[in-house]
């Protein structure tokens, strides 16, 4: 791993570089490395994961000052969720750094979601235990709550709920979603999906998963309705 380029481009240092690179390696790595004795980033993806919950928690209750708390529950799952994580590890550039075996290198993992998304949970973790919760926050505040303000990850909102709410609201309305294309290589691909009202009226949504793609359809369709409401 890279471990000075990193630090560099994140402002970072490391007491323990093992506990960095921990973070990035992956179990793949780990098994066709086992005379190194490496360890993968499983257990720092377990810490990490409260972590971010706590951090993300703290956030939301200085900032939403009068959100009840089961909104800030509701709001707090989708900045958490594997699109989140996600979408963070690809504006840093997180898939750089990992330490992948050849085969699950070969096959897409280094832009796999949930690979992507474990690896900043793992970081996290990592560094909670390196630096402690005060840099953690320090990271946060400086990479992922501005993209929280700015609405950069919307898609992770819960646009589906949100719509059959207000479906459920008009008498003789039904709600379908369908998948109507697959496009890109396997370890890439993008999904269109389509959203009808009572077959008459549809709404596309694009998403580099199924339950983004219908997300985006639906967000779309909730514009359509209010907008004509």
């Known amino acids: 791993m890279k471990v000075n380029k990193f630090e560099d481009q994140f402002k970072l ?21 086992r005379q190194n004795k490496l360890m993968d980033n499983e257990r720092l993806e377990f810490l990490g994961d409260a972590v971010l919950e706590l951090g993300v928690s703290e956030y939301l ?11 800030m529950t509701k709001l707090r799952a ?27 290198e070969q096959t897409g993992g280094r832009d796999r979601q949930a690979l992507l998304a474990d ?18 926050i320090k990271f946060l505040n400086e990479f992922v709550f501005p993209n929280i303000m700015t609405g950069a990850f919307s898609y992770a909102m ?8 207000l479906i459920q609201r008009r008498k003789n309305f039904k709600l379908s979603y369908d998948i109507i294309e697959e ?12 959203v009808k009202v009572n077959d008459e009226f549809s709404k596309i949504g694009i998403g580099r ?8 359809a639906a967000q779309n369709m909730l514009t359509e309705l209010n907008h004509n409401s």
């Not at 240092?13 to 960095?20: I, Q, V, Y």
């Not at 209750?61 to 909104?71: A, F, K, Q, V």
């Open 13 to 33: 240092k490391f007491d323990n570089k093992e506990l960095l690179i921990q973070a990035f390696t992956h179990s793949s790595y780990v098994n066709e490395h």
């Open 61 to 71: 209750y200085n900032e939403y000052t009068s959100m009840p708390e089961g909104e």
């Open 78 to 104: 989708t900045f958490v969720c594997e699109e989140s994580l996600y979408y963070f590890s690809n504006v840093l550039n997180f898939n750089e750094f990992i330490l992948l075996g050849k085969g699950e």
């Open 119 to 136: 690896v900043f949970e793992a970081f996290l973790g990592a560094l909670f235990i390196d630096q402690g919760f005060k840099e953690v």
């Open 158 to 165: 819960d646009y589906k709920s949100e719509l059959q709410e």
């Open 183 to 194: 496009r890109g290589p396997s370890h890439s691909k993008e999904f269109v999906a389509e």
């Open 209 to 216: 998963t199924k339950k983004e793609a219908e997300q985006r």
